[in-house]
């Protein structure tokens, strides 16, 4: 039979090693990090011969501001919570909001004619309704056309799916990371 003393030291180093392969996977997060943003990545390399159709695209505003929310978020309770994340309540609801957003996401075909890389943080507010409440810029890719590149496809996505009763929520904040790169 074990001892009770072995099996502590062996309960221990698994632990020990668990926690290893967890860091080393980027899992966990030291107290002092940044927020954990994933990154949506535009990649074209070549020059399209031909332009896509977009046909089943909503059409998307030319005339968008960069900082003015469409109306104020509704009072009550809300939260805040990254696009990308992969854990949580909220989990199974980003997860589809990022499907939508993804589906509509291009590269703005201006900022790709002159060759403009960089990256916007969107936050975005949506009601509990599924109606987009607000939109801005958290930080700015340096580029004005990838930032209204990244803002118009939030709101053409629009409105979400309303949230489901478990929420508790009247307004969800989602802060998204739109990469704009070229090969």
Known sequence: MISQKALIRFVLASCAFHAAILALAGLLISPGSPFPFETFTVRLADAPANAPDDSRKPAIKKDLSLDRP????APGPE????????????????RTLRQRIEALWAYPPDAYSRSETGTAVVRFSIQNDGSLASTDIVSSSGSESLDRGALAVVQAAAPYAPFPDTFNLTT????????????
């Open 70 to 73: 469409h109306r104020e978020p």
């Open 172 to 183: 969800l904040h989602v802060v998204a990371k739109f990469e704009y790169e070229m090969d």
């Open 79 to 94: 939260e805040t919570v990254d696009l990308a994340s992969a854990s949580g309540k909220y989990r199974v609801y980003l």
